[in-house]
């Protein structure tokens, strides 16, 4: 075609869209929530992109460098930003440390971090303290702590003061907005920390890490916190025990003139150090001279888990094909609509392609206007939500970033998506013969046998290749566009086996319209109508089809994770258990008991707990536990051998056994776990210790003593993972052995509320201020707002799918409607037949979207569960979703249409 020819057709187009005005700005709408998504998506993740210069920043704040002890004594290799990744290399077998570990180990750190920068350098201690608690009008909140003076600003960029004032007068502090949060204390109120009740710290301001904005922090102001609280008594360290050297670090001012090179970096490294530094940032060594990139790779610790990454970009490709699917339908209907204008077009002696080239010129003129308002109104949505943006990122962003090449493409793809939507509709209504278009009569052909096998292969092809590519694809090859070669399999077969399920729905729909004759009038004219317009009926279908399985890929994705997670959860008591750990003893303990029972009503029967410990020498003892195979019961909890009574056995174990608490009346020793029985039915006492000093002509006892003692087995493994096994009390002298008081154990009828044990926890740490209050609450899952905002979509695009294709069937059907008025039919017909052919195409697209969502997320799951030493994927399906999507919203959409169809039919002049 010429120029001419398409300022014609460009010009037609523009006429009709402005004259179906309501059409025009549904399919307008259609491609711009979808450009308007991705372009709030591109933004937001372009600007959490930090530049070398932010990325540094937000390490080192206003200073030229951070030096930390990582490990002392030791060589250390680092990334150019070492809070981007370093390790500690393990020292090989009789491998002689060298003179940069000797003197990293015995030189003080201060003098020797000195020693190694420019003469003239300033060191600004920023060493993170211990996590504390912290008085709230509710009891206690955990916290970190760490000390800073915050109008200094070297510490600009690191930590910044948004609110209130920086601490100035002795005792005044700064907390984040989480602390606030999560303690319900404001500016100006004031809090004592554990372990230095006798200091009240008053709130001056709100400071924030740009980096984790929901850090829960105290800072103080330099030498009034950490050291105190380093050297007073807490739950998990006695007192004046100083912090480990490898807590140290430091925030390096360098002279004028003064520079550090990667030399220099390696240099701290050889002894024990990290050190990030702001010149070496910005210009980074290649990669070739970075042993950490080498070495991390080769040890497992560079691999990154990309399975999120893997779902956003196998959702996202899904996602690309609603605008085609929504708006292709929209295009048909008006080129039907102006059926009788591109006839008479034709007649006057236009070509196929001038009527073509008119529905296609629709398309560019919609789809350039869609494309353009959601790209504008994208970019404005997150520039006016940038801050909640953000609070909920847990991250600020380093800049606002309108990438012009990627908000160009993001054009082109609305664009080129609405061209593709109106391209079938232009090849259709070029084929139509003039005659047909000026009398308004449709040919309805039969669907394509070979189509439908096409699709068959390609649903086969599409999952055999996600699932190959999530077990067999190795991890981290180059791929394109920033994804390794795992995620563009998955991805690709996920897309695949969609698009073969797209290509199917045209056979499914007519196969639906076989089973018409069956049914009431209603309903056989609904699936009729549905089954001889495909072309209408199949796009929607699809649509829905996408939509419901991107939001079941993520459900399912996320359910089995969390299924996977409370599987490898390992709970340390009961659930509901309330446990107090004390190492005070006599009338402290009894006291701490009864008022914690005071401030937690309801507790039910109380069982003291001991541990079984091994007293060896004066003020020497080991704890004692069982001979067996060594299961891990979870990070830092080693297995052990408890002492208590039957209130022990009922509260910690959860064991109501007649019989089982006879035997530990008798002395005996209950075992909970069959493998910790010999075959003699004994179980085995580990003691380690020796006999302290020994006499002259005394013989020494072995360091590890093995006493076979009679057992008797309650086999119950769930009560297994809390202790190896239960004696009592009164029972250990004659074996040796002691019991040495850790606290009590209540099993309440319903655990205490979290403010109810900040309360209890904050009286009892009044008494004893090592103690410790847990509930065993059980596994708590993590909040899945993903799954959630993905179902909420997917419920749109279904209701929403479904109505465009009923409003558009209802539109085009207008002369069958008249047809039916004429002949007598009931004003409800209109109704039953809306609302039938609603609830058919969600519940289709439901239908199949639900069983393609299964296959992205399983082949996901089967690549995290490829790795070595990994567990076997764990399959669960979200059926509260499924339900809600295949269910009850072809339901809803169908009761909605229903109602909203207005049961008049107007009556209309037909040609003959």
């Known amino acids: ?141 955990r916290t970190l702590t760490t000390e800073a003076n915050l109008a200094d600003p070297i510490w600009h960029g690191r930590i910044d003061l948004v609110e209130g004032r920086a601490p100035s007068a002795p005792h005044e502090v700064a907390v984040t907005r989480a602390f606030l949060d999560r303690s319900g204390l404001k500016p100006g109120g004031t809090t004592t920390v554990q372990g230095l009740e006798r200091t009240t710290f008053t709130i001056t301001g709100v400071v924030e890490h740009p980096d984790e904005l929901g850090r829960v922090e105290l800072v103080a102001r330099p030498g009034e916190l950490l050291d105190q609280l380093i050297a007073a008594p807490t739950a998990d360290r006695p007192a004046a025990e100083k912090g480990p050297a490898e807590r140290a670090a430091w ?79 929209a295009f048909a209907v008006g080129a039907r609509r102006s059926r009788r204008q591109l006839a008479l077009l034709g007649a006057a002696g236009g070509s196929r392609a001038h009527v073509g080239a008119v529905v296609l010129g629709g398309g560019l003129i919609l789809g350039a206007a869609g494309a353009m308002a959601g790209v504008v109104l994208g970019t404005g949505l997150v520039a006016a939500l940038r801050p909640q943006i953000e609070r909920v990122g847990g991250a600020r962003f380093g800049h606002f970033a309108l990438p012009p ?48 096998v096409g699709g068959v292969l390609l649903v086969a092809l599409g999952a055999a290749l996600a699932l190959y590519g999530a077990g067999a694809v190795e991890r981290d090859q180059p791929g394109v566009g920033g994804y390794d070669t795992r995620t563009l399999t998955v991805l690709g077969g996920s897309v695949t086996a969609e698009l073969g399920l797209l290509l199917c729905t045209p056979m499914l729909v007519a196969l639906v319209g076989r089973a018409a004759g069956r049914l009431p009038l209603g309903p056989r004219l609904a699936l009729r109508d549905s089954a001889r317009h495909r072309s209408r009926t199949a796009p929607a279908v699809a649509a829905v089809m996408a939509a419901v399985a991107g939001a079941v890929a993520i459900g399912v994705y996320t359910t089995s994770t969390d299924a996977e997670n409370r599987r490898d959860y390992r709970p340390q008591a009961p659930y509901g258990a309330v446990q107090l750990t004390s190492h005070v003893d006599g009338p402290r303990l009894d006291r701490l008991r009864g008022d914690l029972e005071k401030q937690l009503a309801g507790l039910g029967p109380r069982g003291d707990v001991a541990d079984v410990v091994y007293r060896f020498c004066d003020n020497c003892s080991s704890t004692v536990r069982l001979k067996g195979p060594v299961t891990p019961r979870g990070l830092g909890v080693t297995e052990h051998l408890a002492a208590g009574d039957a209130a022990v056995l009922h509260n910690l174990f959860a064991v109501r056994d007649p019989a089982a608490e006879q035997a530990l009346a008798a002395g005996k020793l209950l075992v909970f776990d069959r493998s910790l029985l010999g075959a003699d039915g004994k179980a085995v006492l580990m003691l380690r210790g020796g006999s302290g000093t020994v006499q002259p002509g005394e013989v020494p006892k072995p360091d590890l003593q093995e006493v076979p003692v009679d057992a008797v087995l309650v086999d119950d493994p769930t009560a297994a993972g809390f202790a190896q096994g ?32 900040q309360r209890a926890e904050a009286a009892a740490v009044r008494l004893d201020r090592m103690a410790t209050l847990t509930v065993e609450r059980g596994f708590q899952p993590k909040s899945d707002a993903l799954t959630l905002a993905l179902t909420g979509f997917a419920a749109l695009v279904v209701l929403g799918a479904a109505g465009i294709a009923t409003g558009l069937a209802a539109a085009d059907s207008r002369q069958d409607q008249a047809t039916l008025a004429a002949v007598g039919a009931p004003p409800r017909i209109r109704r039953s037949m809306a609302g039938l052919q609603c609830a058919l195409i969600a519940l289709l697209g439901s239908l199949l979207g639900a069983a393609n969502g299964f296959v992205p997320a399983m082949g996901l799951l089967k690549s995290r569960a490829s790795g070595f030493g990994a567990k076997p994927a764990l399959i669960a399906a979200p059926w509260g979703e499924l339900l809600l999507v295949v269910l009850v919203l072809p339901v809803v959409a169908g009761l909605l249409a229903a109602l909203f169809t207005r049961s008049r039919i107007p009556l209309g002049r037909r040609l003959s």
């Open 1 to 141: 075609m010429k120029l001419g020819a398409w300022r014609v057709a460009l010009r037609i187009a523009r006429r009709d869209a402005l004259r179906a005005k309501g059409r025009s700005a549904l399919i307008v709408a259609m491609i711009a929530l979808p450009v308007l998504g991705v372009t709030g998506a591109d933004v937001v993740h372009r600007s959490g992109q930090l530049s070398p210069a932010e990325r540094v920043e937000r390490v080192v704040g206003g200073a030229d460098a951070l030096v930390t002890a990582l490990d002392p004594g030791r060589t250390v290799e680092q990334a150019p930003v070492a809070e981007d990744g370093a390790f500690a290399v393990q020292t090989r077998q009789g491998e002689q440390p060298t003179a940069e570990q000797r003197k990293g180990a015995g030189t003080d750190p201060v003098a020797l971090v000195g020693s190694l920068l420019p003469p003239g350098s300033t060191l600004t201690p920023a060493r993170p303290g211990p996590e504390a608690g912290a008085t709230s009008p509710e009891g206690l909140v």
């Open 251 to 329: 925030l390096v001012r360098l002279p004028s003139g003064a520079a550090l090179d990667w030399a220099k970096v390696q240099e701290f490294n050889a002894h024990g150090y990290t050190l990030t530094a702001r010149s070496v940032a910005l210009a980074p060594p290649p990669e070739r001279a970075v042993p950490y990139y080498r070495d991390a790779f080769r040890l497992g610790g560079q691999a990154t888990d990309k399975n999120t990454e893997v779902v956003v970009a196998t959702v996202t490709g899904m996602a690309l094909l609603e605008v085609a699917l929504l708006a292709g339908p």
């Open 405 to 452: 090449l990627d908000l160009l493409a993001i054009t082109g793809i609305g664009l080129v998506t609405a061209l593709l939507a109106a391209a079938l509709p232009a090849v259709q209504a070029a084929r139509r013969s003039v005659t047909a278009g000026l009398t308004g009569r449709d040919t309805v052909r039969g669907p394509s046998r070979w189509v439908t």
């Open 726 to 757: 239960l004696l009592l009390p009164s029972a250990l002298p004659r074996l040796g052995l002691s019991a040495q008081p850790t606290g009590s154990v209540w099993l309440p009828a319903t655990p205490p509320d979290r403010k109810a044990q």
